[in-house]
């Protein structure tokens, strides 16, 4: 049972637009959303997380829109930069359970 | 600023052998967890452990399959007879509560 469900497996966007990568659980009790950004050879690491307590929030150019109704939230990259090139994971926390969506390659052409 | 360690950071063994994988999270982190990833792939949620013992666990792991904390600082996962499927990153983290986990770099272990 897949208990997050990150879309699209992989993303091509042109320097200077926007990246979106969409998620969505089924758990209701995860209360911690934080999206990882991982680059080749690297672990993930930490890039925005939201609390189901706001619908938004945004870090200079990465915005995480969530919808607690919908059980679904996103990733936006604004500006996207080929230095934005790598894999980002979409994972849901909650208590002792993180479990990760199946990740996005995210390519940026200059 | 504090890190999660693994070592070692490459591993290769022969099917059947065991495989034990070893992280330091950071000191004051709670909650600790192993994932694994194929070639680049997914990552996979192995186990999680907490209050010295573990938390949740997937299908994946299954009895070939352990972790200890044996110190109070070394977390490791035991790997008793690995099988060539077993080829994969993998990844130790920690967190303090519900919160930011911090991932250490990784064992590419490799099954020959």
């Known amino acids: 049972q897949q208990q997050v469900k990150q879309s699209p497996q992989s993303l091509i966007v042109q320097k200077g637009g926007i990246s979106i990568i969409n998620c969505a659980y089924e758990?209701?009790?995860?209360?911690?959303f934080p999206w990882y950004q991982q680059f080749p050879g690297k672990g993930p690491a930490l890039l925005i997380a939201?609390?189901?307590?706001?619908s938004e929030k945004k870090e200079g150019r990465f915005t995480i829109s969530f919808n607690k109704s919908a059980k679904q939230f996103s990733l936006h990259i604004m500006d996207s930069q080929p230095g934005d090139s790598a894999t980002y994971f979409c994972a849901a926390e909650g208590g002792n359970d993180m479990r990760f969506g199946a990740g996005t390659r995210l390519t940026v052409k200059p | 600023e504090p890190e999660v360690t693994q070592t070692p950071s490459h591993q290769v063994t022969q099917m059947g052998q065991e495989v034990i994988l070893r992280c330091v999270p950071i000191s004051n982190h709670l909650y600790f967890y192993w994932y694994r990833q194929i070639l680049g792939q997914k990552v996979e949620f192995l186990v999680s452990f907490y209050n010295n013992e573990i938390s949740e666990k997937s299908e994946i792991f299954d009895d070939q399959f352990s972790v200890e904390r044996p110190d109070g600082s070394n977390f490791t996962l035991k790997i008793r007879s690995t099988k060539l499927e077993d080829s994969a990153m993998y990844f130790c983290?920690?967190?303090?509560?519900?919160?930011?986990?911090?991932f250490g770099q990784g064992t590419r272990l490799t099954v020959v």
């Open positions: 983290a920690s967190s303090y509560m519900n919160t930011e986990a911090f």
């Open positions: 758990n209701t009790a995860f209360d911690y």
């Open positions: 939201i609390r189901p307590d706001v």
